[in-house]
C-alpha cells in the first residue's frame, strides 16, 4: 500500500538570530512602544478596526522605511526569506522577493486577531518582540477546510498534517514565515502581559 502526501501547507520558523538577539530585541520592543505612544492617527484606527488592541497598520505600515531598527531587522528576516523560498520551490528567475509593509501589533489582554489573509502579497510573516508565558499561538486554517464534503471530524490526538487547524506557538526572537494566501488568526491573549509583534508581507510585483 502507498498512501502519497500531497499539496503540503508549508510554515517556516526560526529564530532570528542566535547571537546578540537580545540586545536587539529590546531596542525593537522600546520602538514599538514608542510609536504605540505617538502614533494618535493609528490610536484612532485601531478604536474602530482593532478594539483594545494597537496596530500600525492602519497609519504606519512601512515601519522599515521609517527606521533605521526596522531596516535591520529587514535585512535579518530576509535570509530567511530566502531559505522559505528555496524550501517551497519558488521559481524567482526574473523575479525578486521585496518586503513591501510592516507594522507593529500590541494585544493587551482580551484582544482578538480574527481570520484573515494577506491580498496581493507572495510570503508573509510575523516576528515575536515579546511573548508572555503561555500566550495565543499563530493559528492556521486548512485551506482545504470548505471542501471537506461528508467527513467526519478527526481523531482527537489524530497527527498534525490531518488537523483541520494548527497553531504554530509564539516565542519572542521567532520568526514565522508563510505564503500569503493561508488563512490564520491569533485567537484571544488571555494573559496580563501585552503580546507584541512585527508583521510583514513580501512581493515580487
Known amino acids: 500500500m502507498t498512501i502519497h502526501t500531497l499539496f503540503p501547507t508549508q510554515v517556516y520558523v526560526s529564530n532570528l538570530r542566535r547571537a546578540g538577539w537580545l540586545r536587539f530585541n529590546r531596542e525593537l520592543l522600546r520602538e514599538c512602544q514608542q510609536v504605540r505612544d505617538y502614533d494618535v492617527a493609528g490610536q484612532k484606527w485601531c478604536i474602530e478596526n482593532y478594539p483594545g488592541g494597537y496596530t500600525s497598520y492602519g497609519s504606519l505600515c512601512q515601519m522599515h522605511k521609517m527606521s533605521s531598527t526596522f531596516a535591520t531587522l529587514e535585512t535579518k528576516i530576509n535570509r530567511h526569506v530566502k531559505a522559505y523560498v528555496r524550501a517551497l ?38 516576528y515575536y518582540v515579546q511573548t508572555p508565558k503561555g500566550c495565543s499561538g499563530l493559528k492556521f486554517e486548512d485551506p482545504r477546510l470548505d471542501r471537506f464534503m461528508a467527513a467526519p471530524p478527526r481523531k482527537a490526538d489524530c497527527r498534525p498534517e490531518n488537523r483541520p487547524w494548527i497553531t504554530v506557538p509564539a516565542e519572542a526572537g521567532n520568526v514565522a514565515l508563510f505564503e500569503s494566501w493561508i488563512r490564520h488568526e491569533v485567537p484571544i491573549n488571555q494573559r496580563r502581559a501585552e503580546r507584541i509583534s512585527i508583521s510583514f508581507n513580501y512581493s515580487w510585483f
Open 89 to 126: 520551490e519558488l521559481d524567482m528567475t526574473g523575479r525578486e522577493l521585496a518586503m513591501t509593509d510592516c507594522w507593529i501589533n500590541i494585544m493587551p489582554q482580551h484582544v482578538v486577531h480574527g481570520l484573515h489573509i494577506h491580498p496581493t502579497s507572495t510570503i508573509s510573516g510575523t
